[in-house]
């Protein structure tokens, strides 16, 4: 929104130049992508939790800049950072593939800042990620969370899963890897790596094993032994090949059916290595094969159009092997599509948002 502004005031030489001429000024939310603060879209920081509980809004961005429990190439905390900034355009954007629907004038999305992490403090890090998904979810908005590894689905889940109770929720997953492992190298549960953290939610409870649905794994893990352990669970997965055979429109709906098969909200969990490395190099754990971003893209429409969402998680971003922010762009473009989706939503006539908690 541009306003007509004169100068203040001008001096000797800004006079001669005529640096005193009317120019439009720009409001700092219309500015270019690169200027200012890095914020989520340029959308409000409102980092604080008494703030965001007045507000309600009815989305808020989090950044999980937590990598400590990476396995491969570690980085990921760089992840959130990297996502937010990872895009060309500012202002109220209209979607070209949702009906010119313009997500931030439709719902009010706000970036609610990072979890308090630091680094080599892996409980303490995944407590403070639990503490603040908490703290977002009992406004009543929908927390979309930027990792950081994959562990962080572990506490950011739990916290998603809890608000909801006594309603359960049921995941949507997609990935190269299962991330199902009892262990990654005998590390004590409570210090759990990044491909245990689909089994960490399912022991404890926070989400049934036959509600758990994984979309796209390929590759060469896990193991059969972790696969048989899923199998008890009840867990359901489409493997990449399924995806080349029966095309991922129809894949992706029976992993929503299967997600909903008891629960009414899903929480959908994405991690960037699900895309082939070709398209998302700056990963932790590239698996090559992937799925195009297209197809991830579309995904994430027909699941969040689908559903009722009660999170979202983005994650394994590690821009230090990426080039030319390929892998963050295509992460930005996830959360983009999963918001527009929920702003479709809103446009015909449904709130997306919550009822907040405001006890215990
Ligand atoms: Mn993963």
Redesign the pocket.
């Known amino acids: 929104m541009a306003n007509d502004t004169g100068p203040d005031e001008v001096g000797t030489f800004g006079r001669m130049h005529a640096w005193d001429a009317d120019y439009p000024v720009y409001d700092e939310f219309d500015l270019p992508s690169y200027s200012g603060p890095v914020t989520f879209g340029k959308l409000p920081y409102v980092p604080e939790a008494g703030a965001l509980m007045e507000r309600q809004p009815d989305i808020a961005i989090v950044g999980a800049p937590y990598d400590d429990s990476t396995a491969y190439r570690p980085g990921t905390r760089f992840g959130p950072r990297a996502i937010r900034q990872a895009t060309p355009l500012s202002g109220s954007i209209p979607s070209l593939q949702l009906d010119l629907v313009e997500p931030f004038k439709e719902l009010d999305v706000v970036d609610a800042g990072d979890a308090n992490v630091v680094p080599a403090w892996l409980h303490r890090g995944h407590a403070m990620i639990y503490r603040k998904v908490r703290e977002v979810s009992r406004t009543g908005a929908i927390p979309i969370i930027l990792g950081g590894d994959?562990s962080i689905t572990w506490p950011s889940a739990s916290a998603i899963a809890e608000f909801h109770a006594p309603r359960s929720i049921g995941i949507v997953h997609f990935?190269?890897?299962a991330?199902t492992a009892d262990t990654n190298w005998g590390q004590p549960v409570q210090l759990s790596g990044?491909g245990t953290p689909m089994r960490r939610l399912i022991e404890s409870g926070a989400v049934a094993g036959r509600n758990f649905v994984q979309v796209g794994l390929h590759g060469y893990w896990p193991s059969p032994e972790v696969f048989a352990w899923m199998q008890e669970q009840g867990m359901r997965w489409h493997l990449l090949t399924e995806i080349e055979d029966r095309g991922a429109e129809a894949v992706i709906a029976d992993a929503i059916a299967e997600a909903l098969d008891g629960p009414d909200l899903i929480y959908l969990s994405v991690?960037i290595?699900v895309i082939d490395p070709g398209s998302a190099p700056g990963t932790g754990a590239p698996e090559p094969g992937g799925m195009s971003t297209r197809e991830v893209l579309r995904a994430v429409r027909q699941v969040v159009s689908a559903v009722d969402i009660a999170g979202v998680d983005i994650?394994?971003v590690s821009p230090a092997y990426d080039h030319a922010e390929i892998t963050a762009a295509a992460a930005q473009r996830v959360a983009m599509e999963a918001i527009s989706a929920l702003a479709l939503k809103h446009r015909g006539g449904r709130s997306v948002r919550f009822e907040p908690k405001t006890s215990s």
């Open positions: 994959h990935d190269a890897h991330d990044h991690d290595d994650v394994e």
